[in-house]
């Protein structure tokens, strides 16, 4: 393609935008915090980032020795621990995990990997190298300056993800573990930066594991929260302690909201059932008691009278009932979202 003399500048600065920085505000928390997003698209090193994450998952494959991959794993496991008089529940939160992350312990922890793995010299070097090339361009543009991140990973940046789990599963297994020994804790899960503690409150002092915690290393700060009345909520979980066994409810924030897509939007009809698919399995799949599910189930017609025809949720249920003659008189078209172009 041809560009004139008089868009060839406009051309190559679309092209060379620094990565900018956004606030994406946590709606899901109460206080509505802002994240800081940076917008890593345009970077040199995006793609290669991209392409890199997968070849870390390939030659380094991780344990997840002490990971849950979801809430119904997280049931089961908890379902086989033994219970006893004194069992105890608390979670830890780390704090801002990405832009904590130690970046020259990550380069050194992935250098130990690849030697744990037998890796080739050359290839070893290789990966190093655009490691440390992702981590040090940590820089991104907001309100016409340019900045630098000094310390971390950045929020946005493809790679960071599989970063921050490499760091946190050596630790996991390393200094973490040793916690684990010397204080005898029942079961210990983690989920991304949350982790869900079971233990003894008769042979371990949940204070002494949350100083050692926040011990391990200078950058990360662990926030502790105790059990109340006997249950903690983790992930999309209520964990309550009977006197025999756990049991487990549906577990929603305060700012929940059930928001879906709604049918008369032009998105293709798989994304606007997605979530009713997950309200539906997430039913089904749940070690939760009868009443539970049915308040879900209540919960869930509501939602999608709300947003959906009767249509809808027919077609959910595996009815065989026909649409009313308005429903079918409306037509709609879908379009692949790529932007303003879409609009």
Known sequence: MLIGTENKGKFISLILKPPSLRG????HNTKTPICPIVNLKNAPSY???KMFTNILKSYIPLPNVYDVQNSVQLMRDLSDIPFVPGLKL???????TYTNIPTEDVTNIISSLCKAHNLDKTLTKDILTITRLIVTQNYFWFKGNMYVQKKGLAMGAPTSSI???????????TLIYDVLQKTRIEGYFRYVDDILIVYN????DINEIHNRFNSISPDLNFILELEQDDGLNFLDLTIKKTTTKMIFNIYRKPTTSDNIIPNN????SEQKLAAIQYFINRINTYDIGHA????????LKQIVYNKFHTSILSRIRKSKTKPDSENQRKRGAKFTYIGKETR
């Open 24 to 27: 994406l505000i946590k709606v």
């Open 47 to 49: 793609k290669l980032a």
């Open 90 to 96: 608390a979670s830890l939160d780390i704090l801002d």
């Open 163 to 173: 970063f921050s789990e490499i760091y946190l599963q050596y630790m996991g297994n």
């Open 201 to 204: 409150e008769n042979l371990t």
């Open 265 to 268: 939007s032009c998105h293709p």
């Open 292 to 299: 539970e599910k049915q308040k879900e189930t209540e919960i």
